[in-house]
């Protein structure tokens, strides 16, 4: 199994030893990863799970939704303008209903073997025993600015000279024990009534600056869905492969299936790394051109499926082979001025393009139990440390949990000026689009399951997820090696590129052909494992990301 964080991990492969299954050690994980990394999710936020059996592919939904009292305006300002993101990311405006929880928890009464209060132990024992500080902990705290003005989390996270606890100090979060002690004895019921409920709706409403709408009623009445994995067909260089990933409100499986397809269709998608073994400038301009192309989509016809109709009545259209071929031929040997939004066959245009807005956030684990049970998951609270909102249920313990902003997911504007609706705007009760991208891969022929793989990082989780499907079935990298190619990407303007990952002459060939170039951190949070053969014996490689503490453990 591979997790973002050693502590999570560690707890992960504590269940696999002890019998337990795929979801039961992803159930250990994510309750450390509360507490070990708190800034990326946790019992507050949200969570996309795409398990196989070894028979189905199943696509848990932990998504949150809007409250019962918002509306579409929920970000606009008196003036009727957008609000700054960071005004809007403050405060108890954009908290959704948490949905993580009751998520695991559906997963687990079908796939689970351990009880549920076992999964629960080794994040309750850290809890209070403590935890080290990480130093990637540390920096976000000292960078952070906006969680210092919440009292509770001012006070767990910081020394009384405002300065971060120092790396290696030992944590202590016993408010979180006593929460996670209640949802290990009652289930999601533990936080959608009773105490935990009761502080969580406070929290939100009473905000002193930006105060959110959630009730109780909006705690109680969620329910976690089970939908369709999305899955199709691709060829790669390597091997003819059928790719699973999560369907709307997520975006990152039609996403990264257009991108690949579209590289597939263009002459410089399939080039080869080059000698010092990065990517060639012709290929980084064709997976610019399909980036653009992909987002745009995404822009246009993506949103929670439960209030908006796929294009031509079913999300695979944009999959289509004939689709992406006609897609395919926009892309040229010059940037294109403009990539517009395709139309399936069959599709109404209803729906006004998303405005671009910031997206933040998120952790990911994969996992394989013995049984050959598998899982890709991701989590979140979006940006880092979330709403900067810390739930306690008794200010004289320590800590507590940290509630997510997912709201600011949604688009901020409603219609566009011409007053079309946008398929992603706000409504009570929606889950808001996601970039999120948990994948499994299969080999076409055998349906044999190969990689579970996944990332955070925002709207860039879709280039990372690309990168490493690329490295693993197009070059034929390693999953560490795959991971630890530079990152690229682009979200429909100008084309990322690592910092100091490229050569001079690589930025210039595509600023040559039309492209704005920057350059920038792009810390991605990779986790990979792949099924592959040593000495004729099947076993699996796992990978994790060097830019963040990850760490792959199995036996």
């Known amino acids: 199994m591979a997790a973002a964080n050693p502590l999570a991990t560690e707890a992960g492969a504590e269940i696999l030893r002890a019998g337990g299954s795929a979801v039961d050690a992803a159930v250990a994980v994510q309750m450390v990863l509360t507490l070990a990394e708190p800034q990326s999710s946790g019992i507050g936020g949200g ?16 998504r949150e939704t809007a409250p019962a009292a918002v509306n579409d305006r929920l970000f ?58 990480s130093a990637r902990l540390h920096t976000l705290l000292a960078a952070e600015t906006a969680l210092k003005a919440d009292p509770v989390a001012a006070a767990y996270f910081y020394q009384t000279d405002g300065q971060p606890h120092p790396i290696g100090h030992r944590l202590k ?110 290929f980084l301009h064709a997976y610019n051109e399909a980036s653009r192309l992909a987002f745009a989509d995404r822009a246009q016809y993506l949103a929670d499926p439960d209030f908006v109709a796929p294009p031509a009545g079913r999300w695979t259209s944009l999959l289509d082979s004939p689709y992406l071929d006609d ?48 899982l890709a ?20 313990r320590s800590g507590g949990f940290l509630l997510n902003n997912e709201l600011t ?68 990298l390693s999953p560490q090696a795959a991971i630890d190619l530079p990152n690229f990407g682009s979200t429909g303007s100008a084309l990322m590129l690592e910092d100091k990952r490229f050569p001079a002459a690589t930025v210039e060939a595509l600023r040559a052909k039309g492209h704005t170039v920057n350059e920038a951190a792009l810390t991605s949070g990779l986790q990979a494992l792949q099924r592959g053969t040593v000495d004729g014996r099947k076993v699996w490689f796992g990978g994790a990301d060097p830019r963040r503490e990850g760490v792959v453990l199995g036996d």
């Open 327 to 374: 897609r395919a031929r926009l892309i040229s040997a010059a940037r294109m001025p403009q990539a517009p939004a395709g139309v399936p066959r069959g599709a109404p245009v209803a729906w006004a393009p998303m405005p671009d807005q910031p997206e933040y956030g998120t952790s990911h684990i994969s996992i394989v139990d013995a049984k050959g049970n598998a």
């Open 409 to 476: 997911d949604f688009s901020f504007t409603p219609t566009d000026a011409h007053g079309k609706p946008i398929a992603n705007r706000v409504e009570p009760g929606k889950r808001p689009r996601s970039s999120m991208a948990p994948t499994l891969v299969f080999d076409s022929a055998s349906g044999e399951l190969l990689m579970s793989t996944g990332s955070p990082g925002g709207a860039f989780i879709i280039h990372f997820v690309a990168k490493a499907m690329l490295g693993s079935w197009q070059w034929g």
């Open 377 to 396: 998951m991701t989590t979140t609270i979006e940006a880092g440390f979330g709403a900067r909102l810390m739930v306690t249920t008794d200010p004289s």
């Open 47 to 62: 969570a996309f799970l795409l398990h196989h059996d070894g028979r189905r592919t199943q696509a848990f939904d932990g």
């Open 76 to 133: 606009l300002g008196a003036d009727g303008k957008p609000m700054p993101f960071m005004q809007a990311v403050v405060g108890g405006r954009s908290v959704g209903v948490p949905g993580t929880v009751a998520m695991l928890a559906l997963a687990h009464r079908q796939h689970g073997t351990l009880p549920w209060a076992r999964l629960f132990e080794p994040a309750i024992r850290l809890a209070e025993q403590g935890f080290p500080v």
């Open 173 to 282: 979060n016993p408010e979180l024990a006593v929460v996670l002690r209640a949802i290990a004895s009652a289930g999601p019921a533990a936080l959608s009534q009773g105490p935990v409920a009761e502080a969580i709706v406070n929290k939100v409403r009473q905000h002193p600056g930006n105060p959110g709408a959630m009730a109780l009623e909006d705690l109680v009445r969620y329910q976690p869905r089970e939908r369709e994995a999305l899955c199709h067909e691709h060829k790669a260089a390597l091997r003819a492969l059928r790719i699973c990933g999560f369907p709307p409100p997520s975006s990152g499986a039609v996403a990264v299936g257009q991108i690949l397809g579209l590289l597939a269709r263009t002459p410089g998608g399939a080039e080869p790394l080059g000698a010092d073994g990065l990517p060639s400038p012709a």
